[in-house]
């Protein structure tokens, strides 16, 4: 059984926010001023507050600072409720740790619908099982629902490769995993609701980074206003804001008019501190990419194979200098750019299907160095090294129309030809959909 502590000097609201949650299979604790709070949560670390804003000795602010600076209180969730409805107070709250934020008077179906999202993580009680799955077996398999990057580009010029942003679909192993969440979002939302229904259904999203062509599906995303969903995004810190609060500041007021605490979804937002994770079976390695920000690829070891996902990354250039210098700057900017390089090739070693950005040719990525984004040669020419099986190229420049996509990828099938190479290469197609074989028994 979970356990809750109300902390609140109003009597009538301890005793109305506690037979609710009672009703609903929680132990109950209640404090009547922060400093009481705070005490009970140390020594009981409850997995909710529910909190006030205006209490004596210790209002709301201080207790959301001081747990959230305990480090046995990490995990506890704090949903402010107070009677207090300026929008100031509610972003101060959140700053200053908040999960979430309602107001008095509180409508008890609406409440219990927001204590339900906000604890959607926790280890399920007897009486509230865990959603099912309802992945049908098979193979893992893979599909493009955004191959554009920068900015959705629809038109009569793309209608080939696709004008949406970046989003990969993957089923494996009973998991529906989703690799960002660009504008391709919608249309995967649209497709799972209709193949799913009123079934529950369980998704993780993994984001590579925030950048808005990898974030800006979410708001449209489906299955996040259907009560049976429930979302677990999972992510990297950003250089300056953390990852709940780049989310859900894309859908605040005045950008959009429904917030991402308001859906009926159950979503959970973590951010990542290890390299190495694992969804369900289905185990995760990232590996930071070369992009501005925080950014990161993933590798997904399923057991039909692996899938390497790097829709933003610009590869260090290893070209000697010309004339070469034995040392000094170049001599060891040449090392360091050679060394990452090795880097990511033994990170994607064995790979079978590698999504990677290769937004420019070699005549324009001459003009782009330092934007954080792939030259076609350099990704074919680290394919082929790394010993990667498929090569997917990624990320489309959203000046590059169909016929110019279709050039690169003739160039880069060229390249591998002059390598004696095995490395399958095709330009990411949006509703394209890629099956993995298992591999033959020994």
């Not at 700057?329 to 590698?354: N, S, W």
């Not at 082929?384 to 880069?412: C, G, T, W």
Request: charged residues 20%; negative net charge; aromatic residues 6%.
């Amino acid at each position: 059984m979970n356990t809750v502590l109300i902390i609140d000097d109003a009597p009538d609201y301890r005793k109305l926010l506690g037979e609710l949650l009672q009703s609903q299979g929680w132990h109950v604790l209640v404090a009547e001023d922060g400093d009481a709070g705070i005490k009970l949560a140390r020594l009981h670390r409850p997995a909710l507050v529910l909190c006030d804003l205006l209490m004596p000795r210790g209002n709301g602010f201080q207790v959301c600072r001081t747990l959230r600076n305990d480090p046995s209180l990490r995990q506890t969730k704090i949903l402010i409720v107070s009677g207090q409805q300026f929008e100031a107070d509610r972003l101060e709250a959140l700053k200053a740790g908040a999960d979430e934020y309602t107001t008095k008077p509180i409508e008890p179906e609406r409440f219990l619908l927001l204590v339900s999202r906000l604890t959607a993580g926790l280890r399920p009680s007897a009486e509230q099982p865990a959603p099912v799955m309802p992945v049908p077996p098979g193979p893992t398999r893979l599909r493009f629902w955004g191959v554009r990057g920068s900015i959705p580009t629809p038109g009569p010029t793309t209608l080939q490769y696709g004008g949406n942003t970046s989003c990969v679909e993957v089923r494996a192993q009973g998991q529906i995993i989703i690799l960002d969440a660009g504008t391709g979002l919608r249309l995967l939302g649209q497709q799972l609701a209709a193949e799913f229904g009123a079934q529950p259904l369980t998704l993780t999203l993994l984001l590579t980074h925030t950048h808005w062509d990898h974030i800006q599906g979410l708001p449209f995303f489906s299955p996040v206003y259907m009560p049976q969903s429930h979302l677990r995004v999972l992510g990297y810190e950003g250089a300056r804001h953390g990852l709940q609060v780049v989310l859900a500041g894309q859908m605040e007021n005045p950008f959009f008019p429904i917030g991402l605490r308001e859906v009926p979804a159950n979503v959970l937002i973590e951010e990542l501190k290890e390299m190495d994770f694992s969804i369900g079976p289905v185990r995760v390695r990232a590996c930071f990419a070369n992009h501005p920000g925080v950014c990161v690829g993933y590798r997904l070891f399923t057991s039909d194979g692996s899938i390497a996902f790097f829709p933003d990354n610009e590869l260090p250039s290893t070209a000697a200098p010309s004339p070469p210098a034995p040392d000094g700057p170049d001599a060891a900017a040449l090392a360091f750019a050679r060394g990452e390089r090795q880097k990511m090739i033994e990170f994607l070693r064995g790979t079978d299907v590698l999504i990677m950005d290769s937004q420019y040719d070699c005549e324009e990525y001459k003009h782009h160095i330092g934007w954080g984004h792939g030259c076609v040669k350099e990704v074919v020419l680290l394919a082929i090294e790394a010993e990667v099986k498929r090569l997917f190229l990624f990320h489309h420049d959203p000046n590059h129309d169909d016929a110019k996509v279709s050039q690169m990828e003739a160039q880069a099938r060229q390249l591998v030809a002059a390598s004696n190479s095995k490395l399958v290469v095709e330009a990411a197609r949006e509703g394209m959909t890629v099956e993995l074989a298992a591999a033959p028994p020994a």
